[in-house]
């Protein structure tokens, strides 16, 4: 008994060991996703296609921030093309698109990457959510009224909402209104700036029902805004009463 004992202590002691001695090369192995895409990158202007894709897969899988995941989406999907993969490459612009819908090609991109890139551009616009402005004012405003803000939306997912993000001035945050759906047409009104004359940015976000922005107008990143300029009411210069009478002498 206490033989079989030592074998299976020594078995452990074994198993322990292996273990201790492959876990500083996984950990290793292991790298920030930030690395990986400058490593694929890297591999597809290498010409080392096949690395590229499988790097930047891994650095996707894992969690990028939007301009690293912009960045990688774009170069899987060259990477792609290149491996003759068209289907996949689409796959990835098009979740590119839904990042980031005013992305466009580098301008000397090869002829077959736009022919990919357009298809799948076609084929996203077909089906994705966006909005339509209906009544968005912009530029010069006089008076302190009440402004209406008003916009469609296409293929509009179940449970979606319409917010309207505004910012008096120059700096702070953006506040945020959800607009009251009537019919096929989203609307809110919104309240004059406090003190004329002042600048109001705005935009629009669709979002999903769990908060997630499918689509802004205009589009772009957040913040990106249109401008009203909001002023006070001209009065009107007084006309004044000549002393000469209408009536002349001759």
Same mark, same amino acid.
């Given at each position: 008994?206490?033989?079989?004992?030592?074998?299976?202590?020594?078995?452990?002691?074994?198993?322990?060991?292996?273990?201790?001695?492959?876990?500083?090369?996984?950990?290793?192995?292991?790298?920030?996703?930030?690395?990986?895409?400058? /490593?694929?990158?890297?591999?597809?202007?290498?010409?080392?296609?096949?690395?590229?894709?499988?790097?930047?897969?891994?650095?996707?899988?894992?969690?990028?921030? /939007?301009?690293?995941?912009?960045?990688?989406? /774009?170069?899987?999907?060259?990477?792609?093309?290149?491996?003759?993969?068209?289907?996949?490459?689409?796959?990835?612009?098009?979740?590119?698109?839904?990042?980031?819908?005013?992305?466009?090609?580098?301008?000397?991109?090869?002829?077959?990457?736009?022919?990919?890139?357009?298809?799948?551009?076609?084929?996203?616009?077909?089906?994705?959510?966006?909005?339509?402005?209906?009544?968005?004012?912009?530029?010069?405003?006089?008076?302190?009224?009440?402004?209406?803000?008003?916009?469609?939306?296409?293929?509009?997912?179940?449970?979606?909402?319409?917010?309207?993000?505004?910012?008096?001035?120059?700096?702070?945050?953006?506040?945020?209104?959800?607009?009251?759906?009537?019919?096929?047409?989203?609307?809110?009104?919104?309240?004059?700036?406090?003190?004329?004359?002042?600048?109001?940015?705005?935009?629009?976000?669709?979002?999903?029902?769990?908060?997630?922005?499918?689509?802004?107008?205009?589009?772009?990143?957040?913040?990106?805004?249109?401008?009203?300029?909001?002023?006070?009411?001209?009065?009107?210069?007084?006309?004044?009463?000549?002393?000469?009478?209408?009536?002349?002498?001759?």
């Amino acid at each position: 008994m206490p033989s079989r004992m030592c074998k299976l202590a020594a078995t452990g002691a074994i198993f322990t060991l292996a273990i201790l001695s492959t876990a500083p090369a996984a950990a290793q192995a292991v790298k920030p996703p930030a690395r990986l895409v400058e /490593q694929g990158v890297k591999a597809y202007l290498e010409g080392e296609y096949e690395k590229a894709c499988n790097a930047l897969e891994l650095a996707i899988g894992a969690g990028l921030d /939007q301009e690293r995941m912009t960045y990688a989406l /774009q170069y899987l999907a060259f990477g792609r093309v290149a491996l003759g993969q068209n289907d996949l490459a689409e796959k990835a612009f098009t979740r590119l698109l839904h990042l980031k819908p005013d992305f466009r090609l580098p301008v000397a991109t090869a002829p077959k990457i736009v022919s990919v890139f357009e298809r799948a551009r076609a084929a996203w616009e077909k089906t994705r959510p966006r909005i339509v402005p209906h009544l968005a004012p912009r530029g010069k405003v006089t008076g302190a009224k009440p402004a209406k803000f008003a916009v469609k939306v296409v293929n509009p997912p179940a449970g979606a909402a319409v917010l309207l993000r505004w910012r008096d001035g120059e700096a702070g945050r953006f506040g945020s209104r959800r607009l009251e759906r009537k019919g096929n047409v989203f609307e809110a009104v919104l309240s004059p700036p406090i003190g004329l004359p002042a600048r109001r940015h705005y935009y629009f976000e669709l979002a999903d029902e769990n908060g997630k922005v499918l689509a802004r107008y205009p589009e772009g990143e957040a913040g990106k805004a249109f401008i009203v300029e909001y002023g006070p009411v001209e009065k009107p210069e007084k006309v004044k009463k000549s002393s000469t009478p209408w009536w002349v002498w001759a």
